[in-house]
DNA sequence: AAGTGGTCTAGACCACGGG
DNA sequence: CCGTGGTCTAGACCACTTC
Protein backbone atom coordinates (compact mmCIF):
# COMPACT_ATOMS: atom_id res chain seq x y z
CA UNK A 1 0.00 0.00 0.00
CA UNK A 2 2.49 2.88 1.27
CA UNK A 3 5.70 2.89 -0.62
CA UNK A 4 7.85 2.01 1.35
CA UNK A 5 10.05 4.61 3.48
CA UNK A 6 14.06 3.96 2.30
CA UNK A 7 15.42 3.48 5.85
CA UNK A 8 17.56 6.96 6.50
CA UNK A 9 17.07 8.70 3.45
CA UNK A 10 14.73 11.27 5.67
CA UNK A 11 12.57 11.27 9.10
CA UNK A 12 9.25 9.05 9.47
CA UNK A 13 8.16 12.41 9.84
CA UNK A 14 8.35 13.48 6.37
CA UNK A 15 7.88 10.78 4.89
CA UNK A 16 4.46 10.68 6.46
CA UNK A 17 3.76 14.09 5.65
CA UNK A 18 4.94 13.59 2.37
CA UNK A 19 2.54 10.42 1.87
CA UNK A 20 -0.45 12.69 3.29
CA UNK A 21 1.07 15.25 1.02
CA UNK A 22 0.33 13.25 -2.11
CA UNK A 23 -2.71 11.66 -1.19
CA UNK A 24 -4.08 14.92 -1.47
CA UNK A 25 -2.75 15.80 -4.34
CA UNK A 26 -4.26 13.10 -6.24
CA UNK A 27 -7.72 13.25 -4.59
CA UNK A 28 -7.22 9.83 -2.29
CA UNK A 29 -8.66 12.56 -0.33
CA UNK A 30 -11.10 14.38 -1.40
CA UNK A 31 -11.33 18.26 -0.70
CA UNK A 32 -13.03 18.37 2.69
CA UNK A 33 -13.16 14.87 3.65
CA UNK A 34 -11.85 13.61 7.13
CA UNK A 35 -8.18 12.19 7.15
CA UNK A 36 -7.89 8.81 8.76
CA UNK A 37 -7.89 8.71 12.61
CA UNK A 38 -4.55 9.25 14.02
CA UNK A 39 -4.95 6.03 15.78
CA UNK A 40 -5.45 3.85 12.18
CA UNK A 41 -2.23 6.14 10.33
CA UNK A 42 -0.20 5.01 13.32
CA UNK A 43 -1.39 1.83 12.66
CA UNK A 44 -0.82 1.78 8.68
CA UNK A 45 2.92 3.44 8.84
CA UNK A 46 3.69 1.11 11.54
CA UNK A 47 4.70 4.15 13.59
CA UNK A 48 3.48 5.69 17.03
CA UNK A 49 0.44 8.29 17.63
CA UNK A 50 3.05 10.81 18.43
CA UNK A 51 5.25 10.91 14.95
CA UNK A 52 1.40 10.57 13.05
CA UNK A 53 0.65 14.12 15.20
CA UNK A 54 4.01 15.42 14.27
CA UNK A 55 3.59 15.03 10.34
CA UNK A 56 -0.28 16.21 10.92
CA UNK A 57 1.58 19.66 12.04
CA UNK A 58 3.51 19.75 9.13
CA UNK A 59 0.35 19.85 6.89
CA UNK A 60 -1.46 21.67 9.28
CA UNK A 61 1.50 24.41 9.08
CA UNK A 62 1.34 24.01 5.10
CA UNK A 63 -2.37 24.85 5.68
CA UNK A 64 -3.32 21.64 3.76
CA UNK A 65 -5.27 20.40 6.95
CA UNK A 66 -7.15 21.44 9.55
CA UNK A 67 -7.03 19.86 12.58
CA UNK A 68 -10.47 20.12 14.98
CA UNK A 69 -10.12 18.83 17.92
CA UNK A 70 -12.21 15.91 19.28
CA UNK A 71 -13.92 16.18 15.47
CA UNK A 72 -10.89 15.01 13.40
CA UNK A 73 -8.55 16.68 10.93
CA UNK A 74 -9.93 17.56 7.06
CA UNK A 75 -8.39 18.11 3.79
CA UNK A 76 -8.46 22.10 3.79
CA UNK A 77 -11.03 23.61 1.52
CA UNK A 78 -9.59 25.21 -0.91
CA UNK A 79 -10.34 29.37 0.08
CA UNK A 80 -12.90 30.50 -2.98
CA UNK A 81 -13.07 33.47 -0.60
CA UNK A 82 -10.69 35.06 -2.44
CA UNK A 83 -11.27 38.68 -3.01
CA UNK A 84 -11.32 42.12 -1.29
CA UNK A 85 -9.60 44.79 -3.55
CA UNK A 86 -8.37 48.09 -3.25
CA UNK A 87 -7.50 50.59 -5.73
CA UNK A 88 -4.70 53.07 -4.95
CA UNK A 89 -6.81 55.37 -6.83
CA UNK A 90 -9.51 55.12 -4.13
CA UNK A 91 -9.13 56.00 -0.61
CA UNK A 92 -9.37 52.71 2.06
CA UNK A 93 -11.36 55.53 4.87
CA UNK A 94 -11.63 54.25 8.14
CA UNK A 95 -15.27 53.72 8.00
CA UNK A 96 -16.78 53.14 4.59
CA UNK A 97 -16.55 49.08 4.67
CA UNK A 98 -20.06 49.47 5.03
CA UNK A 99 -20.83 50.78 1.65
CA UNK A 100 -18.34 49.27 -0.27
CA UNK A 101 -17.62 45.54 1.49
CA UNK A 102 -20.36 45.16 3.68
CA UNK A 103 -23.41 45.03 0.34
CA UNK A 104 -20.90 42.83 -1.72
CA UNK A 105 -20.23 40.61 1.11
CA UNK A 106 -24.22 39.96 1.41
CA UNK A 107 -24.56 39.85 -1.72
CA UNK A 108 -22.09 37.09 -1.35
CA UNK A 109 -24.53 35.61 0.91
CA UNK A 110 -23.11 36.29 4.32
CA UNK A 111 -25.19 38.11 6.75
CA UNK A 112 -24.00 39.87 9.93
CA UNK A 113 -21.85 42.55 8.87
CA UNK A 114 -20.91 44.62 12.30
CA UNK A 115 -18.40 47.32 12.68
CA UNK A 116 -17.22 48.54 16.19
CA UNK A 117 -15.74 51.41 16.62
CA UNK A 118 -13.21 51.90 19.66
CA UNK A 119 -10.84 55.01 20.13
CA UNK A 120 -7.09 55.34 22.42
CA UNK A 121 -5.21 58.16 23.00
CA UNK A 122 -2.13 56.89 21.96
CA UNK A 123 1.49 57.89 21.31
CA UNK A 124 3.42 57.79 18.54
CA UNK A 125 7.13 55.61 18.33
CA UNK A 126 9.12 54.46 15.65
CA UNK A 127 7.73 53.74 12.18
CA UNK A 128 4.76 55.13 13.02
CA UNK A 129 6.14 58.26 14.42
CA UNK A 130 8.61 58.68 11.34
CA UNK A 131 5.55 58.35 8.94
CA UNK A 132 3.13 61.04 10.45
CA UNK A 133 5.66 63.27 10.55
CA UNK A 134 6.67 63.16 14.24
CA UNK A 135 10.02 63.32 15.46
CA UNK A 136 10.18 60.22 17.75
CA UNK A 137 13.01 62.11 19.99
CA UNK A 138 10.16 64.53 20.83
CA UNK A 139 9.11 64.27 24.51
CA UNK A 140 5.80 61.73 24.85
CA UNK A 141 3.28 64.62 25.30
CA UNK A 142 4.09 65.99 21.93
CA UNK A 143 3.91 62.60 19.71
CA UNK A 144 0.25 62.31 20.93
CA UNK A 145 -1.91 60.41 18.21
CA UNK A 146 -5.69 59.78 18.18
CA UNK A 147 -6.39 55.79 17.34
CA UNK A 148 -9.61 54.70 16.19
CA UNK A 149 -9.98 50.85 15.91
CA UNK A 150 -12.32 49.45 14.02
CA UNK A 151 -13.43 46.03 13.89
CA UNK A 152 -15.39 44.52 10.90
CA UNK A 153 -17.18 41.36 12.02
CA UNK A 154 -18.76 38.63 9.71
CA UNK A 155 -21.11 35.68 10.84
CA UNK A 156 -20.06 36.91 14.36
CA UNK A 157 -16.82 36.29 13.06
CA UNK A 158 -13.53 39.17 13.43
CA UNK A 159 -12.67 39.61 9.72
CA UNK A 160 -10.62 42.67 9.72
CA UNK A 161 -9.64 45.00 11.89
CA UNK A 162 -8.56 48.45 10.93
CA UNK A 163 -6.71 51.01 13.31
CA UNK A 164 -6.81 54.53 12.03
CA UNK A 165 -4.14 56.93 13.76
CA UNK A 166 -4.42 61.06 13.26
CA UNK A 167 -1.73 63.28 14.59
CA UNK A 168 -3.37 64.48 17.64
CA UNK A 169 -2.84 68.16 16.83
CA UNK A 170 -4.78 67.85 13.76
CA UNK A 171 -7.65 65.21 15.64
CA UNK A 172 -8.11 65.86 19.26
CA UNK A 173 -11.26 67.00 19.73
CA UNK A 174 -13.15 66.80 17.02
CA UNK A 175 -15.15 64.07 15.40
CA UNK A 176 -12.38 62.00 14.40
CA UNK A 177 -11.85 61.43 18.60
CA UNK A 178 -15.37 59.98 19.14
CA UNK A 179 -16.41 56.69 19.30
CA UNK A 180 -18.90 56.42 16.98
CA UNK A 181 -19.42 55.08 13.12
CA UNK A 182 -19.22 58.18 10.96
CA UNK A 183 -20.80 57.68 8.24
CA UNK A 184 -19.79 60.02 5.59
CA UNK A 185 -15.90 58.92 6.28
CA UNK A 186 -12.95 60.27 7.99
CA UNK A 187 -11.35 61.42 4.85
CA UNK A 188 -14.73 64.03 4.66
CA UNK A 189 -13.90 64.97 8.06
CA UNK A 190 -10.36 65.53 7.40
CA UNK A 191 -11.36 67.79 4.55
CA UNK A 192 -13.84 69.44 6.58
CA UNK A 193 -10.91 70.23 8.64
CA UNK A 194 -8.92 71.98 6.36
CA UNK A 195 -6.99 68.74 5.96
CA UNK A 196 -7.79 67.58 2.49
CA UNK A 197 -5.89 64.54 1.38
CA UNK A 198 -3.83 65.51 -1.71
CA UNK A 199 -1.63 62.38 -2.04
CA UNK A 200 -1.18 58.84 -0.13
CA UNK A 201 1.01 55.93 -0.12
CA UNK A 202 0.77 52.40 0.87
CA UNK A 203 2.58 50.22 2.21
CA UNK A 204 2.25 46.55 2.31
CA UNK A 205 3.65 43.58 3.88
CA UNK A 206 2.88 40.21 5.94
CA UNK A 207 3.65 38.59 9.14
CA UNK A 208 2.26 35.76 11.51
CA UNK A 209 -0.16 36.74 13.69
CA UNK A 210 0.45 37.03 17.88
CA UNK A 211 -1.90 34.35 19.54
CA UNK A 212 -3.93 37.05 20.71
CA UNK A 213 -4.73 37.91 16.98
CA UNK A 214 -5.19 34.53 16.24
CA UNK A 215 -7.68 34.25 18.34
CA UNK A 216 -9.65 37.48 17.40
CA UNK A 217 -9.59 36.07 13.74
CA UNK A 218 -10.28 32.35 14.81
CA UNK A 219 -7.58 31.44 11.95
CA UNK A 220 -5.78 28.08 11.79
CA UNK A 221 -2.35 28.07 12.67
CA UNK A 222 0.25 28.83 9.92
CA UNK A 223 -2.01 31.09 8.36
CA UNK A 224 -0.54 34.88 7.88
CA UNK A 225 -1.73 38.22 7.91
CA UNK A 226 -1.66 40.96 5.58
CA UNK A 227 -0.97 44.33 6.88
CA UNK A 228 -1.87 47.61 4.55
CA UNK A 229 -0.50 50.90 5.97
CA UNK A 230 -2.09 53.72 4.12
CA UNK A 231 -0.35 57.11 4.77
CA UNK A 232 -2.36 59.82 3.77
CA UNK A 233 -0.61 63.71 3.26
CA UNK A 234 -2.01 67.04 2.99
CA UNK A 235 -0.10 68.86 0.99
CA UNK A 236 3.09 68.03 3.01
CA UNK A 237 1.52 67.25 6.36
CA UNK A 238 0.70 63.86 6.98
CA UNK A 239 -2.70 63.45 8.19
CA UNK A 240 -3.42 59.81 8.23
CA UNK A 241 -1.95 56.36 8.88
CA UNK A 242 -4.35 53.45 8.28
CA UNK A 243 -3.50 50.44 8.46
CA UNK A 244 -5.69 47.60 8.03
CA UNK A 245 -4.88 43.69 8.82
CA UNK A 246 -6.16 41.05 6.84
CA UNK A 247 -5.72 36.61 7.09
CA UNK A 248 -4.10 36.22 3.72
CA UNK A 249 -7.01 33.41 3.25
CA UNK A 250 -9.37 35.82 2.49
CA UNK A 251 -8.33 38.87 1.33
CA UNK A 252 -6.06 39.52 -1.68
CA UNK A 253 -5.16 43.06 -2.28
CA UNK A 254 -5.72 44.24 -6.28
CA UNK A 255 -4.07 47.59 -7.36
CA UNK A 256 -4.18 49.01 -10.65
CA UNK A 257 -2.55 51.16 -13.09
CA UNK A 258 -4.80 53.98 -14.22
CA UNK A 259 -8.67 53.11 -14.14
CA UNK A 260 -9.48 49.54 -12.98
CA UNK A 261 -12.18 48.76 -15.54
CA UNK A 262 -14.09 45.51 -16.41
CA UNK A 263 -11.05 43.42 -17.25
CA UNK A 264 -10.41 43.00 -13.94
CA UNK A 265 -13.61 41.04 -13.29
CA UNK A 266 -11.82 37.54 -15.08
CA UNK A 267 -10.72 37.37 -11.50
CA UNK A 268 -14.32 36.74 -10.95
CA UNK A 269 -17.25 37.95 -9.07
CA UNK A 270 -15.04 38.76 -5.95
CA UNK A 271 -13.50 41.88 -6.36
CA UNK A 272 -14.63 44.53 -4.47
CA UNK A 273 -13.50 48.30 -5.00
CA UNK A 274 -13.40 50.45 -1.56
CA UNK A 275 -13.91 53.88 -2.85
CA UNK A 276 -14.05 53.92 -6.54
CA UNK B 1 11.61 33.00 40.57
CA UNK B 2 8.62 31.75 37.92
CA UNK B 3 5.02 33.06 38.86
CA UNK B 4 3.51 30.40 39.73
CA UNK B 5 1.37 28.60 37.43
CA UNK B 6 -2.41 29.41 38.00
CA UNK B 7 -3.18 25.54 37.91
CA UNK B 8 -5.74 24.73 35.47
CA UNK B 9 -5.60 28.28 34.35
CA UNK B 10 -4.07 27.12 30.84
CA UNK B 11 -1.66 24.43 29.51
CA UNK B 12 2.33 23.80 30.72
CA UNK B 13 3.07 24.80 27.44
CA UNK B 14 1.30 27.89 26.89
CA UNK B 15 2.29 29.04 30.34
CA UNK B 16 6.83 28.77 29.56
CA UNK B 17 5.64 30.35 26.65
CA UNK B 18 4.46 33.05 28.43
CA UNK B 19 6.47 33.63 30.66
CA UNK B 20 9.43 33.19 27.65
CA UNK B 21 7.70 35.97 25.67
CA UNK B 22 7.91 38.32 28.78
CA UNK B 23 11.44 37.31 29.41
CA UNK B 24 12.65 38.59 25.76
CA UNK B 25 10.04 40.90 26.11
CA UNK B 26 11.34 42.84 28.91
CA UNK B 27 14.95 42.57 28.14
CA UNK B 28 16.35 39.78 30.00
CA UNK B 29 16.70 37.41 27.29
CA UNK B 30 18.26 39.55 25.07
CA UNK B 31 18.38 40.22 21.38
CA UNK B 32 20.63 37.89 19.72
CA UNK B 33 21.06 35.78 23.18
CA UNK B 34 21.06 32.07 23.23
CA UNK B 35 18.26 31.12 26.05
CA UNK B 36 19.06 28.24 28.52
CA UNK B 37 18.97 24.92 27.34
CA UNK B 38 15.82 23.11 27.09
CA UNK B 39 16.71 20.44 29.91
CA UNK B 40 17.53 23.38 32.37
CA UNK B 41 14.41 25.02 31.31
CA UNK B 42 12.42 21.73 31.68
CA UNK B 43 14.03 21.78 35.33
CA UNK B 44 13.48 25.27 36.18
CA UNK B 45 9.65 25.22 35.30
CA UNK B 46 9.36 21.47 36.58
CA UNK B 47 8.12 20.01 33.20
CA UNK B 48 9.51 17.38 30.96
CA UNK B 49 11.66 18.24 28.52
CA UNK B 50 8.78 17.90 26.01
CA UNK B 51 6.87 20.02 27.01
CA UNK B 52 9.52 22.75 26.99
CA UNK B 53 10.01 21.80 23.41
CA UNK B 54 6.51 22.08 22.22
CA UNK B 55 6.61 25.59 23.91
CA UNK B 56 9.84 26.69 21.94
CA UNK B 57 8.17 25.85 19.15
CA UNK B 58 5.16 28.62 19.92
CA UNK B 59 7.86 31.03 20.35
CA UNK B 60 9.62 30.05 17.15
CA UNK B 61 6.18 30.05 15.06
CA UNK B 62 5.66 33.52 16.32
CA UNK B 63 9.56 34.67 14.79
CA UNK B 64 10.10 35.49 18.38
CA UNK B 65 13.15 32.78 18.88
CA UNK B 66 15.65 31.06 16.30
CA UNK B 67 16.15 27.31 17.32
CA UNK B 68 19.84 25.77 15.88
CA UNK B 69 20.08 22.54 15.71
CA UNK B 70 23.40 21.77 17.83
CA UNK B 71 23.81 24.74 19.22
CA UNK B 72 20.62 26.72 21.07
CA UNK B 73 17.76 28.47 20.77
CA UNK B 74 18.29 32.37 20.24
CA UNK B 75 16.50 35.53 20.73
CA UNK B 76 15.79 36.51 17.09
CA UNK B 77 17.19 39.71 15.70
CA UNK B 78 14.82 42.45 14.54
CA UNK B 79 14.81 41.70 11.09
CA UNK B 80 15.51 45.64 10.42
CA UNK B 81 15.98 44.56 6.48
CA UNK B 82 12.70 45.39 5.82
CA UNK B 83 13.23 47.45 2.22
CA UNK B 84 12.27 46.82 -1.55
CA UNK B 85 9.80 49.59 -2.96
CA UNK B 86 7.48 48.86 -6.34
CA UNK B 87 5.94 51.78 -7.75
CA UNK B 88 2.78 50.85 -9.86
CA UNK B 89 2.96 52.85 -12.31
CA UNK B 90 6.60 51.58 -12.96
CA UNK B 91 6.38 48.09 -14.25
CA UNK B 92 8.40 44.97 -12.63
CA UNK B 93 10.16 43.49 -15.36
CA UNK B 94 11.33 39.99 -15.59
CA UNK B 95 15.20 41.17 -15.51
CA UNK B 96 15.43 44.65 -14.86
CA UNK B 97 16.55 43.35 -11.10
CA UNK B 98 20.01 44.31 -12.03
CA UNK B 99 19.77 47.67 -13.10
CA UNK B 100 17.30 49.23 -9.85
CA UNK B 101 17.96 46.41 -7.04
CA UNK B 102 21.37 45.07 -7.36
CA UNK B 103 22.48 48.52 -7.38
CA UNK B 104 20.80 49.64 -4.34
CA UNK B 105 21.77 46.25 -2.27
CA UNK B 106 25.34 46.34 -2.90
CA UNK B 107 25.36 50.33 -2.04
CA UNK B 108 23.84 48.63 1.24
CA UNK B 109 27.18 46.31 1.58
CA UNK B 110 25.62 43.32 0.02
CA UNK B 111 27.40 41.76 -2.35
CA UNK B 112 27.28 38.89 -4.86
CA UNK B 113 24.15 39.86 -6.44
CA UNK B 114 23.72 36.89 -8.72
CA UNK B 115 20.52 36.86 -11.08
CA UNK B 116 19.92 33.49 -12.98
CA UNK B 117 17.40 32.47 -15.19
CA UNK B 118 15.14 28.94 -16.60
CA UNK B 119 12.75 28.71 -18.98
CA UNK B 120 9.91 26.19 -18.79
CA UNK B 121 7.26 24.98 -21.16
CA UNK B 122 4.31 25.01 -19.05
CA UNK B 123 0.36 24.53 -19.11
CA UNK B 124 -1.64 27.16 -17.79
CA UNK B 125 -4.82 26.02 -15.54
CA UNK B 126 -7.08 27.24 -12.78
CA UNK B 127 -6.79 31.07 -11.45
CA UNK B 128 -3.81 32.11 -13.67
CA UNK B 129 -4.74 30.33 -16.79
CA UNK B 130 -7.86 33.22 -16.39
CA UNK B 131 -5.81 35.50 -15.66
CA UNK B 132 -3.93 35.54 -19.32
CA UNK B 133 -6.93 35.28 -20.91
CA UNK B 134 -7.27 31.51 -21.49
CA UNK B 135 -9.65 29.46 -21.40
CA UNK B 136 -8.67 26.55 -18.98
CA UNK B 137 -11.28 24.39 -20.33
CA UNK B 138 -9.71 24.57 -23.62
CA UNK B 139 -7.47 21.34 -24.66
CA UNK B 140 -3.66 21.30 -23.25
CA UNK B 141 -2.34 22.29 -26.38
CA UNK B 142 -3.95 25.50 -26.63
CA UNK B 143 -3.35 26.59 -23.18
CA UNK B 144 1.26 26.83 -23.13
CA UNK B 145 2.69 29.16 -21.53
CA UNK B 146 6.44 30.12 -21.42
CA UNK B 147 7.48 30.45 -17.91
CA UNK B 148 10.81 32.20 -17.10
CA UNK B 149 12.03 31.79 -13.74
CA UNK B 150 14.40 33.83 -12.55
CA UNK B 151 16.29 33.54 -9.12
CA UNK B 152 17.54 36.48 -7.58
CA UNK B 153 20.40 35.59 -4.97
CA UNK B 154 22.31 37.98 -2.37
CA UNK B 155 25.16 36.65 -0.85
CA UNK B 156 24.32 32.98 -1.56
CA UNK B 157 21.25 32.58 -0.61
CA UNK B 158 17.68 32.97 -2.25
CA UNK B 159 16.59 36.51 -2.27
CA UNK B 160 13.15 36.76 -4.17
CA UNK B 161 11.66 34.72 -6.91
CA UNK B 162 10.15 35.59 -10.64
CA UNK B 163 8.30 33.34 -12.68
CA UNK B 164 6.71 34.96 -15.38
CA UNK B 165 4.15 33.49 -17.51
CA UNK B 166 4.02 34.60 -20.62
CA UNK B 167 1.08 33.23 -23.61
CA UNK B 168 2.84 30.72 -25.91
CA UNK B 169 1.19 32.08 -29.20
CA UNK B 170 3.27 34.94 -28.00
CA UNK B 171 6.47 34.24 -26.77
CA UNK B 172 7.23 31.08 -28.62
CA UNK B 173 10.56 30.62 -30.56
CA UNK B 174 11.11 34.68 -29.69
CA UNK B 175 13.85 35.53 -27.40
CA UNK B 176 11.83 34.99 -24.04
CA UNK B 177 12.40 31.49 -24.55
CA UNK B 178 16.01 31.62 -24.02
CA UNK B 179 17.41 30.73 -20.78
CA UNK B 180 19.32 34.02 -20.91
CA UNK B 181 19.62 37.19 -19.52
CA UNK B 182 17.46 39.84 -21.43
CA UNK B 183 19.34 43.43 -20.48
CA UNK B 184 16.61 45.48 -22.34
CA UNK B 185 13.68 43.67 -20.38
CA UNK B 186 11.11 41.66 -21.36
CA UNK B 187 8.65 44.61 -21.43
CA UNK B 188 11.20 45.87 -24.40
CA UNK B 189 11.03 42.77 -25.86
CA UNK B 190 7.37 42.20 -26.17
CA UNK B 191 7.06 45.93 -27.33
CA UNK B 192 8.96 45.21 -30.02
CA UNK B 193 6.88 41.89 -31.05
CA UNK B 194 3.78 43.90 -31.48
CA UNK B 195 2.41 43.82 -27.63
CA UNK B 196 3.42 47.01 -26.22
CA UNK B 197 1.59 47.19 -22.40
CA UNK B 198 -1.18 49.55 -22.00
CA UNK B 199 -2.44 48.46 -18.66
CA UNK B 200 -1.86 46.09 -15.70
CA UNK B 201 -2.93 45.58 -12.69
CA UNK B 202 -1.19 44.09 -9.46
CA UNK B 203 -2.27 41.42 -7.03
CA UNK B 204 -0.91 41.18 -4.20
CA UNK B 205 -1.31 37.59 -0.97
CA UNK B 206 0.81 36.16 1.57
CA UNK B 207 1.02 32.85 2.26
CA UNK B 208 3.10 30.09 3.90
CA UNK B 209 6.02 28.60 2.22
CA UNK B 210 6.48 25.03 1.37
CA UNK B 211 9.20 22.97 3.17
CA UNK B 212 10.98 23.14 -0.35
CA UNK B 213 10.39 26.48 -0.52
CA UNK B 214 11.93 27.41 3.20
CA UNK B 215 14.84 25.47 2.45
CA UNK B 216 15.29 27.74 -0.82
CA UNK B 217 14.95 30.72 1.07
CA UNK B 218 16.59 29.90 3.82
CA UNK B 219 13.89 31.37 6.16
CA UNK B 220 13.01 30.11 9.53
CA UNK B 221 9.34 28.42 10.36
CA UNK B 222 7.19 31.04 10.83
CA UNK B 223 8.09 33.54 8.33
CA UNK B 224 5.35 34.10 5.21
CA UNK B 225 5.74 34.56 1.64
CA UNK B 226 4.79 37.81 -0.02
CA UNK B 227 3.48 36.98 -3.29
CA UNK B 228 3.07 39.82 -5.94
CA UNK B 229 1.30 38.63 -9.32
CA UNK B 230 1.51 41.43 -11.81
CA UNK B 231 -0.84 41.36 -15.22
CA UNK B 232 0.31 43.42 -17.83
CA UNK B 233 -2.20 43.76 -21.04
CA UNK B 234 -1.74 45.06 -24.35
CA UNK B 235 -5.31 46.34 -25.44
CA UNK B 236 -7.35 43.60 -24.40
CA UNK B 237 -4.99 40.79 -24.74
CA UNK B 238 -2.98 39.49 -21.67
CA UNK B 239 0.65 39.50 -22.37
CA UNK B 240 2.21 38.30 -19.29
CA UNK B 241 1.92 37.43 -15.21
CA UNK B 242 5.03 38.27 -13.30
CA UNK B 243 4.82 36.37 -9.96
CA UNK B 244 7.79 37.93 -7.95
CA UNK B 245 7.86 35.34 -4.35
CA UNK B 246 9.73 37.36 -1.38
CA UNK B 247 10.01 36.23 1.93
CA UNK B 248 8.09 38.93 4.03
CA UNK B 249 11.03 39.87 6.20
CA UNK B 250 13.31 41.13 3.51
CA UNK B 251 10.38 42.86 1.70
CA UNK B 252 7.50 45.43 1.45
CA UNK B 253 5.56 46.81 -0.98
CA UNK B 254 5.32 50.46 -1.70
CA UNK B 255 2.46 51.33 -3.84
CA UNK B 256 1.65 55.08 -4.07
CA UNK B 257 -1.16 56.95 -5.46
CA UNK B 258 0.54 59.29 -8.23
CA UNK B 259 3.98 60.22 -8.94
CA UNK B 260 6.52 59.04 -5.75
CA UNK B 261 8.66 61.53 -4.58
CA UNK B 262 11.01 62.76 -1.78
CA UNK B 263 8.26 62.07 0.95
CA UNK B 264 8.42 58.46 0.80
CA UNK B 265 12.07 59.07 1.89
CA UNK B 266 10.94 59.41 5.79
CA UNK B 267 10.65 55.32 5.52
CA UNK B 268 14.23 55.77 5.43
CA UNK B 269 17.33 55.23 2.67
CA UNK B 270 15.94 51.68 1.84
CA UNK B 271 13.51 52.49 -0.49
CA UNK B 272 14.19 51.19 -4.05
CA UNK B 273 12.11 52.01 -6.91
CA UNK B 274 12.02 49.28 -9.83
CA UNK B 275 11.73 50.60 -12.91
CA UNK B 276 10.70 54.55 -12.04
C1' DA C 1 -20.93 7.38 25.92
C1' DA C 2 -17.86 6.84 22.33
C1' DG C 3 -14.57 8.66 19.51
C1' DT C 4 -11.04 11.96 18.32
C1' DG C 5 -7.53 15.11 18.97
C1' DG C 6 -4.56 17.68 22.92
C1' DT C 7 -1.23 17.48 26.66
C1' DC C 8 2.34 15.54 29.11
C1' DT C 9 5.76 12.28 30.65
C1' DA C 10 10.35 9.59 30.91
C1' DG C 11 13.45 7.85 28.45
C1' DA C 12 16.32 6.19 24.41
C1' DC C 13 18.96 7.33 20.74
C1' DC C 14 20.40 10.30 16.66
C1' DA C 15 22.45 14.47 14.25
C1' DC C 16 24.66 18.57 14.31
C1' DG C 17 27.86 22.23 16.02
C1' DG C 18 31.77 24.38 18.25
C1' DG C 19 30.06 27.30 24.22
C1' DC D 1 34.76 15.26 22.26
C1' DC D 2 30.76 17.16 24.51
C1' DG D 3 26.68 19.66 24.61
C1' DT D 4 22.89 21.00 22.07
C1' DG D 5 18.60 20.27 19.74
C1' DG D 6 15.86 16.45 16.72
C1' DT D 7 13.28 12.16 16.43
C1' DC D 8 10.65 8.62 18.21
C1' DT D 9 8.28 5.68 21.43
C1' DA D 10 4.45 3.78 24.63
C1' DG D 11 1.41 5.05 27.43
C1' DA D 12 -1.63 7.83 30.63
C1' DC D 13 -4.97 11.02 30.97
C1' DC D 14 -7.66 15.27 29.52
C1' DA D 15 -10.87 18.13 26.46
C1' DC D 16 -13.82 18.48 22.97
C1' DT D 17 -17.45 17.00 19.56
C1' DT D 18 -20.89 14.13 18.10
C1' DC D 19 -18.10 10.87 13.15
Redesign the interface.
Known sequence: MNSDRISGSKSKR?WVAESLRARIGDGSYAEGARLPTEEVLAEEFEISRNTVRDAMK?LQ???LVVIRHGSGTYVRNNQPI?HLATS??GYVDSERFQRGYAPHMRAAGYDQIVETVEIALDTASG?RA??L?IDPELPIAQRQVVKRICDRFVEGQLWQRQVSHFPATIAMNTELSIPQHIERGTREVLRELGYERT??????????P??QERQSFGTP??????VQDRIA?SG?QPISDIQTVMP?DR????????E?DE??L??GSDVTLIER
Chains 1, 2 share one sequence.
Do not use: C, K, T
Open positions: DVNEGVVHAVRGWSYDLVSARMSPPGLPLIYEAHQLLYAEGVRVVL
